[in-house]
């Protein structure tokens, strides 16, 4: 029974998102700031890790303007660093999700800086 090269991929990146979470904790004041990276979508969310809730999210379907998929990343950095400023939250502790620091993770995360949103 062969097993697939792309299941194989999911779970290394699910141990790789439980590592990184074991270590970080989102609070009221300095939530997670969550990323999840499909082939085709990017996602973003705010989570108090300490009750368990999501405070804010954002994804490229919240973004009308076509394009690139990392300029369109950068644009849902600075949408949750705006929902973020609306709750008053300055900074955040940044969760890539088990995947590498690079491409739209990156620039996802470069665009929340610019907004003004730290980690």
Known sequence: MAISITKIKREKRIKR???IKATISGT???????VFRSNKHIYAQLIN???GIVLASA????IKTKGKKVDI???VGELIAKKAKDLKI??????????????RVKNLAEGAREAG???
Do not use: A, I
């Open 17 to 19: 998102h439980r590592r």
């Open 117 to 119: 949103l730290k980690f």
């Open 73 to 75: 990343s950068k644009s």
């Open 90 to 103: 300055n900074k955040t502790v940044f969760d890539r999700g088990g995947f590498q620091y690079h491409g």
């Open 28 to 34: 009221r004041q300095t939530p997670r700031l969550s």
């Open 49 to 51: 890790d300490s009750k």
């Open 59 to 62: 994804s490229d379907k919240d």
